[in-house]
């Protein structure tokens, strides 16, 4: 079972000989099936649309997640071409996976784990070119407006323009009074009663709109940051009516749930904080609502945009990519928010259209925000770079049932790690305890079957894909 590992290390050496120094200053790697970009000549294109939705877990209805859920405009993205069902973040929470994905380093390489690190000061990724500016570097104009980088840590040079600011990544949204479960900062919902055009991400959504209707003498690299659903879930009450309180469904939740899971699990779950407050305030059904809501007022910042792209003359030659930084918890495994190696944390949304990609494509297999950086070098035909640890999903966009061969993984904290198969989840945490999950019959992952001697086979084929370097944190 080790075939896999030597496989996929066979692979990267192969192609780290294949490419010296000499070769790439020479250009003969430039993609075969694009034209290379040639000094004094301007790239071709494709554009690229960079849709980012922030805590946005599997509630749409294209993946299936909640029965309740009412996100047409993303469904029908989706539709226009593949749409990655088994799709996982490089870490569960905002700063770690925004960086991973901007610089295709994952988090056990860069030391990059938490949401309070400046990415930039990694080692690693001081000098990282990242993806916008790749993009530049290949004759692209990079721009956008919104949460693309995690709010703190924006990153100047990654574009040319951004709206309203290189520092301030979105204009602000009106919020209410604190008024949810325990006063804790941010965990609060509600209808707050402005018309859309008063919300910052309705001004996001706006902003790239406007761009899309610009003539543009470079093709371009558009980033659009919608903020919603993350916390507080403020939007305009007309998506709170779309979901009635009263028929309102609850989560599937095991009160049991945390009984078979390791210490570290339990502690990443926190069940006496945000959950025992919830149950104490009989606030659940509110929560969902206003997670619902949240989405829903996202889907339709999405519509706008893809609208805005439909009426422009990029529109047959722009790819889009959609993207959620990570899921998240409403009280399974009684655990709330992101924060956590199971599935409703790491899996999040993901789907590219455009020319030459499959049309309504369903991909099973496991990939990660980290194979956007290494796809769109492959789509737009930019020049590789080594050092990316995705893989180009190009493969799965052509045939969207390929086989792929390889699990994904998710990083919380050092030496944390979630390998995520078609069929598996295996979770070792840093203390050397594991969870083992059968998503074939066991889609909550309900049942920790670690401890089971006759899975012995199936947890060393996961382990084998656990990565030698876990980097300290900075
Ligand atoms: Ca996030
Ligand atoms: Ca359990």
Not at 74 to 93: K, Q, S, W
Not at 312 to 331: E, F, K, P, Q
Not at 416 to 424: D, E
Request: hydrophobic share 35%.
């Amino acid at each position: 079972m080790l075939k896999a590992r030597m496989d996929r290390r066979g692979f990267l050496k192969r192609s780290l000989t294949q490419v010296s120094g000499a070769a790439l200053a020479a250009g003969v790697l430039s993609n075969c099936a694009h034209r290379p970009p040639q000094a004094g000549r301007e790239p071709a294109g494709p554009n690229v649309l960079f849709i980012a939705i922030d805590d946005l877990n599997d509630w749409t209805g294209c993946l299936g997640g909640h029965p309740d859920t009412l996100t047409p405009h993303i469904d029908a993205l989706a539709e226009r071409g593949v749409l990655f069902t088994n799709a996982h973040c490089p870490a569960p929470l905002c700063n770690a996976s925004r960086a991973a994905l901007m610089t295709g380093i994952r988090p056990s390489t860069s030391g990059v784990y938490a949401n309070d690190q400046p990415w930039r000061n990694s080692p690693v990724l001081a000098d990282a070119v990242t993806l916008p500016q790749h993009f530049m570097a290949h004759g692209y104009r990079a721009l956008g407006s919104g949460k693309i980088y995690h709010g703190r840590f924006p990153d100047p040079p990654s574009w040319q323009a951004y709206w309203p600011s290189q520092l301030e990544n979105k204009p602000p949204s009106p919020e209410l009074e604190q008024t949810a479960p325990g006063g804790v900062r941010h965990f609060n919902w509600g209808p707050v009663d402005v018309p859309n055009e008063e919300m910052g991400d309705w001004q996001v959504a706006d902003w790239v709109s406007s761009q899309l209707q610009a003539r543009h003498e470079a093709p371009f690299f558009l980033a659009c940051g919608i903020f919603r659903p993350h916390l507080p879930w403020h939007v305009p009450p007309k998506y709170f009516d779309l979901y009635p309180l009263e028929e309102i469904t609850l989560p599937n939740v095991k009160e049991d749930d945390l009984d078979d899971v390791p210490q570290m699990a339990r502690r990443f779950a926190n069940p006496g904080g945000d959950h025992a407050r919830v149950l104490e305030n009989n606030a659940w059904r509110q929560a969902v609502q206003g997670y619902l809501a949240s989405i829903s007022f996202a889907d339709d910042c999405v519509g706008r945009v893809i609208e805005a792209l439909d009426n422009s003359a990029y529109r047959d030659n722009t790819i889009v990519v959609l993207w959620s930084d990570h899921g998240w918890h409403l009280g399974e495994k009684l655990h709330w928010r992101k924060f956590a190696l199971w599935e409703e944390a790491t899996r999040n949304v993901l789907m590219i259209a455009g020319p030459g990609i499959t049309p309504a494509g369903r991909c099973p297999a496991p990939v990660n925000l980290l194979d956007i950086y290494p796809t769109l070098i492959d789509l737009c035909g930019l020049d590789p770079k080594m050092e990316l640890e995705g893989d180009s999903l190009r493969p799965l966009l052509d045939n969207p049932q390929a086989d792929w061969g390889r699990p994904t993984l998710t990083t919380f904290g050092q030496n944390n790690h979630s390998v995520r198969s078609v069929r598996w989840r295996y979770t070792r945490y840093a203390d050397g305890t594991e969870e083992l999950y059968d998503h074939a019959a066991d889609e909550m992952e309900w049942h920790n079957l670690a401890q089971d001697s006759q899975y012995e086979e199936v947890k060393n084929w996961h382990r084998a894909w656990l990565p030698e370097r876990n980097a300290e944190a900075f």
